[in-house]
């Protein structure tokens, strides 16, 4: 359990210092990505991992009929997301999918996956 509550704090420093990161609001398609982002840091228990779940599972699916990317940090926020519900396979794949689109993330990434960085 410290290690869950470890993870979800560091996510909450990280992610706002990559969305900095990034050149124009429109290269991604963001959705709800921000708002959950806040609600889960900002106010934890106000909805439930499975309500942000599927608002950002709608919007994974926009994005690809717009044929827009999503940002960085998505798909690791969804795994953690689907993590906290039991739905380890898909927490994997988003992981998985986080890793590929975004390669700087990809010791992160490993530490959700239990890979330990090499050396």
């Known amino acids: 359990m410290k290690s869950a509550r470890f993870v979800f704090r ?6 706002p210092v990559a969305l ?7 290269m991604y398609y963001w959705g709800h990505y921000e708002s959950s982002v806040y609600a889960i840091c900002a106010k934890p228990g106000k909805a439930s991992p499975d309500e942000i779940a599927s608002q ?3 919007d994974e699916h926009k994005a690809a009929s717009a044929n827009q990317p999503l940002p960085p940090g998505f798909h690791a926020q969804l795994g953690i ?5 039991g739905r380890t396979d898909q927490a994997r ?9 975004f390669p700087e993330s990809a010791v ?12």
């Open 93 to 101: 794949r988003e992981y998985l999918l986080e890793k590929q689109n």
């Open 10 to 15: 560091t996510l909450c420093l990280l992610v």
């Open 108 to 119: 992160f990434m490993d530490a959700f996956l239990g890979n330990p960085p090499k050396k």
């Open 81 to 85: 997301l689907y993590a906290q519900i």
């Open 56 to 58: 950002l599972e709608w």
């Open 20 to 26: 900095t990161g990034c050149k124009s609001p429109d």
